[in-house]
């Protein structure tokens, strides 16, 4: 297989899962080059369905045609000095006095979801777009946030990314689009990634054993 794929993603994925894909692409299917656009939701939507991408790593999409990649939980970020950075899971009402800080992007409506869960109001410290300053300033103490399980790779030794209560996901699925055929390139990517994570997991089982 050969030619070109242009990919989308948003920047948790990109930053978090996407390299170890491209990595691992890179020496499954050299002869394959992938394109990678970065992307809110909405964008990579669009992108995909315009024919601006070729695949895309949609969050949650509608059923149709797709590979799921990984079901994504959402944890809680906490500095290490934090009274909670030792417990095994974190309850969201145990963070209600903490200043929160949000990046406002596909994960919103999912951290509204948990408070709601919770019987808390959503009511966030401070909004940033970038991802990179909102890690940054759950270092400096600033406030606690929450990001998905494929933000650890993105975590600096100082904080902690712990399981959270209320739980809950997203389904990170690679697709091409719906109104047209797929490059012909997506599918073995697809496969080529599914057999990735697969191995990957299993890796980190036989190193959790």
């Keep these: 297989m050969t030619g070109t794929v ?10 978090g899962l996407v390299p170890g894909l491209l990595r691992h692409w890179s020496e499954d299917q050299p002869r394959v ?9 909405a964008e990579i939507a669009a992108w995909l369905e315009n024919g601006t991408a070729d695949a895309a790593i949609l969050i949650d999409p509608p059923p149709g ?5 990984a079901e994504d939980s959402y944890r ?3 500095p290490l000095d934090h009274p909670l950075a030792g417990e095994p899971v974190v309850d969201i009402r145990d963070l209600e ?13 999912r951290i509204r979801t948990i408070h709601r869960l919770a019987g808390l109001e959503f009511s966030p410290t401070h909004r940033v777009r970038d991802l990179a300053t909102l890690i940054s ?8 946030t929450v990001l998905s399980e494929a933000s650890r790779s993105l975590m600096p030794p100082d904080l902690a990314l712990l399981p959270l209560h209320p739980q809950t996901s997203r389904r990170l699925v690679l697709t091409g689009p719906r109104a047209r055929p797929w490059h012909p390139a997506v599918r073995t ?3 080529s990634a599914l057999d990735h994570l697969a191995a990957a997991g299993a890796m980190s089982g036989a190193h959790a054993g």
């Design 6 to 15: 242009r990919l989308a993603a948003t920047p948790t994925v990109c930053q």
């Design 33 to 41: 080059t992938v394109r990678v656009f970065e992307g809110d939701s």
């Design 65 to 69: 045609p797709g590979i799921q990649l």
């Design 76 to 78: 809680a970020v906490l």
């Design 97 to 109: 006095d903490d200043p929160f800080l949000i990046s406002p992007n596909g994960c919103e409506d």
């Design 137 to 144: 300033m759950v270092q400096a103490g600033i406030g606690v």
């Design 189 to 191: 990517l697809a496969n």
